[in-house]
């Protein structure tokens, strides 16, 4: 399989073209012939014209690459070696939502032929490849898992944004139902991986070392959430704090913060997920999960009473909220807390204007029924919440958004970056 591929006698094939799937879809281009397959045809159409729809890849990144991009499944039967990197979300009952990874895996089964390798990227709770990928990519096929076909799982470990921790700059985990399939699938990305590869015991270890990366983030940023407020109840600044401790050598700088996107905020669900199946309720885990999931009502709260202490009438204030997606220099907004921090002020009776240079005015408005701007269209703001620090906002000069308010307008600095521009003010942060 694995010289066939570079040869170019065989294809390899991308299910999903997201933030995850494409710069992979793109980099084994480089190498060998690759279809990349993607449901939405608007998205397909815009890569054939060299332009990602996640904003994060330049149109140089689709140079000399060997690839077809396509929405048809009949295009997907000249591949043999399967990639699938589609979304694994949950549902308003924060349970895992695998119907992206069910739908894939029927698309896969459909096409899937004898000697045929499948690699699943999606972060998934512990056993879900084996035990529900697997049955469907056999009920679509007629074909028998390990001896008619080769099974991988090798978790994404793309960060949105991060121009510095690249694809290739990452150690790849990679997992094979047997010894055979785990040689050729790290073979296989062995290829576009300069940090190398790490082989695991077996898909299971795989599935949870993903799992747990972000659990353990999840984990650390509820800590510094909470030691938030307990220090603003003492009256000190939590980034002060955290600046003072980071100076010896094993503190983990980890810092308070709203926890959205499709990662953080959502993984450790799928572990929690498998483990109450286990018959196993998870305390620390979920304790955690609660902690981050309402400090948007909490951030909401503090506003309200800040602007009423500085004898505000709150049904008549007007906050500016800049930045709406999930984190600084991206434009995606899915699982965006910001938008829990809009709702909990609207609910209040607040007047609130969003802007965000990133983000999409009409997805936004079709997510959440919010509207947004590109630019800040007035002046003598009540509050103004610095809620995503993208770097158009860091580069203005301080006095730019001085000039916003008035004497008595409350700036709102979540994540602290900005608080040595306001000294004297109305300032508060996390």
């Known amino acids: 399989m694995f010289s066939e591929l570079k040869e170019k006698k065989r294809k390899l094939a991308v299910i999903g073209l997201g933030y995850v799937g494409l710069p992979i879809a793109l980099a084994f281009a480089k190498k060998l012939s690759v279809v990349g397959f993607d449901i939405n045809n608007d998205r397909v159409d815009l890569m054939k014209k060299k332009v990602d729809p996640s904003n994060e890849l330049p ?7 060997d ?4 929405s048809k499944l009949e295009d997907l039967k000249d591949a043999n070696f399967f990639v699938v990197a589609v979304p694994t979300p949950v549902d308003k009952h924060a349970s895992p939502n695998l119907k992206p990874l069910i739908s894939a895996s029927e698309t896969v089964g459909k096409v899937l032929k004898k000697g045929d390798y499948v690699v699943y990227e999606s972060t998934v709770y512990p056993g879900c490849t084996e035990d529900d990928c697997v049955p469907i990519l056999e009920k679509h ?19 949105p944004g991060d121009k510095k921790h690249t694809l290739e700059k990452i150690t790849k985990v990679i997992a094979g139902n047997d010894d055979e399939a785990l040689e050729v699938i790290a073979k296989v990305y062995e290829l576009i991986i300069d940090a190398g590869v790490h082989r695991a015991t077996s898909i299971k270890v795989a599935e949870a070392a993903k799992v747990i990366e972000n659990t353990q983030r999840d984990l650390n940023i509820a800590l510094m959430n909470e030691l938030s407020k307990i220090f603003d109840k003492i009256g000190i600044n939590t980034f002060d704090v955290l600046e003072a401790a980071g100076t010896k050598w094993n503190f983990l700088k980890f810092e308070p913060g709203l926890v959205g996107g499709h ?8 572990l929690t997920y498998k483990a109450e199946e286990l018959g196993y309720h998870p305390q620390v885990i979920l304790s955690g999960r609660n902690i981050n999931d309402t400090m948007s009502g909490h951030i909401a709260k503090v506003i309200v009473q800040k602007l009423a202490k500085l004898k505000k009438d709150i049904s008549e204030s007007k906050v500016l909220v800049l930045g709406a997606t999930f984190k600084e220099d991206v434009s995606d907004i899915r699982n965006s807390k910001v938008v829990d921090l809009i709702k ?8 609130i204007t969003t802007v965000d240079p990133h983000a999409s005015e009409k997805e936004f408005y079709e997510e959440y029924k919010l509207n947004l701007q590109k630019s800040i269209p007035n002046k003598d703001y009540d509050a103004i919440v610095f809620a995503v620090p993208h770097k158009e906002f860091l580069e203005k000069d301080p006095s730019y958004f001085k000039n916003l308010g008035n004497e008595l307008t409350l700036f709102v600095d979540i994540k602290g970056k900005l608080r040595s521009n306001f000294e004297g003010l109305n300032y508060w942060s996390l």
């Open 344 to 351: 909990e002020l609207v609910s209040f009776g607040v007047d």
């Open 263 to 270: 990662c953080i905020g959502v993984d450790p669900y799928y």
């Open 67 to 70: 690839i077809l991009f396509t």
């Open 59 to 65: 149109s140089s990144a689709f140079d000399g690459c």
């Open 141 to 159: 096929s007629g074909l028998k898992a390990y001896s008619d076909f080769k099974v991988g799982y090798s978790p994404e470990r793309i960060n």
